[in-house]
């Protein structure tokens, strides 16, 4: 069945670093992937979404684009922030919602 | 705000008793899911439905049971509760077309005592 495998945390990183989250997937058809992202004490956010090959998803400076060749969805920021600690998921939608195990990130200042 | 809303926040109980945990999800959407946060084992799926079917049944275990309304809210049931069900218990709504993004509640807090 479908599966999304991310980077084990935590992760923690001084504020201005450079973050990157990895993910990669296992699907029978051509899903959707996304990143999530749950802040202290909350539900989980959409943060961005790619629907095919080669799509790059964008939102509040990260990024990821979907690469089908190596099946991976790879989360970065360029300078991370003290408000990006969280804890953030990569999940896919091909006929059912399927999220990884999380990756917790904390960023000092 | 994600449009899906999750009644009560909070809930103590005791070990033994049965809640009822309820969905409203957002405006339009047709699919409800149901996820279960602990500590120890992450986002762990239970069940999805779509237009009041079940489409899609994860870790759920015999004890707990759901079901989606005619007005598209749903509810959980969990019954001869443990203390291990302590968790945070997520619903999500999306239109239910393949691919789409699901939306998150902010989640129902149960704490077995």
């Known amino acids: 069945g479908d599966s999304v495998t991310q980077m084990e945390g935590p992760v923690t990183l001084s504020e201005e670093a450079c973050l990157t989250i990895?993910?990669?997937?296992?699907?029978?058809?051509?899903?959707?992937l996304f990143w999530y992202v749950q802040y202290p004490g909350e539900g989980l956010q959409l943060l961005l979404k790619?629907?095919?090959?080669?799509d790059k998803g964008s939102n509040k400076g990260f990024e990821a684009t979907y690469r089908k060749e190596t099946t991976s969805f790879h989360l970065e920021k360029g300078s991370v922030q003290v408000s990006d600690s969280a804890v953030y998921f990569c999940?896919?939608?091909?006929?059912?919602?399927?999220f990884g195990a999380g990756t917790t990130v904390t960023v000092r200042a | 705000d994600s449009g899906v809303t999750q009644t009560p926040k909070h809930l103590i109980t005791a070990t033994g008793q049965r809640v009822t945990l309820r969905c409203s999800p957002r405006?339009?959407?047709?699919?409800v899911y149901w996820y279960q946060q602990s500590l120890d084992q992450g986002l762990q799926f239970l069940i999805q439905?779509?237009?009041?079917?079940?489409?899609a049944k994860g870790n759920i275990l015999e004890r707990f049971s759901a079901q989606q309304f005619p007005d598209l809210h749903s509810e959980l049931n969990l019954s001869s509760l443990e203390l291990g069900d302590s968790a945070l218990y997520f619903c999500?709504?999306?239109?239910?077309?393949?691919?789409?993004?699901?939306?998150f509640g902010q989640g129902t807090r149960l704490t077995v005592v």
């Open positions: 405006s339009g959407d047709l699919s």
């Open positions: 999940a896919l939608n091909d006929y059912k919602l399927s």
């Open positions: 999500a709504s999306s239109s239910g077309g393949i691919g789409t993004e699901a939306f």
């Open positions: 990895n993910c990669t997937y296992t699907a029978t058809g051509y899903p959707s």
């Open positions: 790619a629907t095919k090959a080669d």
């Open positions: 439905y779509y237009n009041g079917e079940e489409r």
